[in-house]
């Protein structure tokens, strides 16, 4: 790990009782829901970590549990650093503070986790589904939603599954 | 032609009013530009030079569904495109005619997901399903003159039911 990473990821696991994992030379950091704004605003503020280049999350039901990590990916322009945050989340309907008041970036991007693994965000000023429909129901990069939905069709059962097929009249 | 028309001496042709309409719908059938996905590249170059299907009465591409006769839904229909598909659809005059150009369109291709139509035929009456991944512009082609030969034994009658 680099030596300035080190010097920081210190500073969170005392301040935020934080874990950190290292894989191939990136480092994970482990930070608990309530604690996230905070530590954003430290890496900003204090470590000129001024991009959120990316913001996503990760199923990994059944394997784990908690399930969801909702991923922070900061990088410093500055110092030509990068460092990631994790928060461990678990539930079927999931609560992690709102970042947009410390990245302006992360409203479409939790709109975006919102809308495809269903973690509500606290205090997110504009909280509607980004990608699906709006009557759209459940959320579909979940492990335990349907992949799809139609049948191949071969020789066998063509016409079988060409009765059920919802066709458009005129 | 030309000289017959220099000299007034053009003759008579005896048609079926049916055979006249169909003649001149096929040879001035407008489509709708609907470019989805990679298959609208396939559908360009069938529109350019090297194979131009002005040839077959269709040089004009319509940005407005008011002014044209046939969709060429070219590529996948998401489940947010479907009802926008369909409004485009219901906009254009009668008669109208759908072309579902790729797997994608006829049948969801590869995409056997939460987010894809599987098959445009789902939202709008398909008359003709051109094959391929994409389809090359003879495919797009054949599958137009295809069409042709549909509207050409066309009947009043039965527009008049529909």
């Keep these: 790990m680099d030596t300035r990473l080190e010097k920081i990821v210190k500073v969170l696991q005392e301040k935020a009782n934080a874990t950190y994992e290292e894989f191939r030379d990136e480092v994970h950091v482990f930070i608990n829901a309530g604690q996230i704004v905070d530590a954003l605003t430290f890496l900003r503020d204090e470590h000129q970590f001024s991009l959120l280049s990316a913001m996503t999350a990760v199923d990994y039901w059944p394997e784990e549990s908690p399930r969801f990590h909702v991923i922070y990916q900061l990088t410093s322009l500055t110092q030509n650093l990068s460092i990631q945050l994790r928060v461990l989340v678990n539930g079927d309907q999931p609560k992690v503070p709102t970042a947009t008041r410390v990245f302006e970036v992360a409203n479409w991007r939790e709109r975006e986790i919102m809308d495809m693994f269903g973690i509500d965000f606290d205090g997110h000023p504009d909280p509607r589904r980004i990608l699906m429909p709006e009557d759209w129901e459940g959320h579909p990069l979940r492990k335990d939603y349907p992949l799809g939905y139609e049948e191949p069709q071969f020789t066998f059962n063509f016409e079988e599954i060409d009765l059920r097929k919802p066709y458009a009249k005129e | ?162």
């Design chain 2, 1 to 162: 032609m030309g000289v017959e028309q220099k000299l007034g001496n053009m003759g008579v042709v005896t048609t079926t009013l049916e055979t006249a309409v169909n003649w001149a719908r096929t040879n001035a059938m407008w489509p709708m530009l609907f470019g989805l996905a990679c298959c609208a590249i396939e559908m360009m170059s069938a529109q350019a030079a090297n194979y131009d299907m002005s040839r077959f009465g269709m040089e004009l591409m319509r940005p407005s569904p008011r002014q044209s006769d046939l969709m060429i839904v070219a590529g996948r229909v998401s489940r947010k495109m479907a009802p926008v598909l369909r409004r485009l659809y219901d906009q254009m005059p009668e008669p109208k005619w759908v072309i579902a150009m790729g797997d994608c369109a006829s049948c969801g291709g590869v995409f056997n997901n939460y987010a894809i139509v599987q098959g445009v035929d789902e939202v709008v009456p398909v008359d003709v399903y051109v094959a391929g991944c994409p389809p090359r512009p003879e495919a797009l082609i054949h599958g137009v003159v295809t069409l042709f030969e549909k509207v050409k034994g066309e009947k009043f009658a039965d527009l008049a039911k529909a």
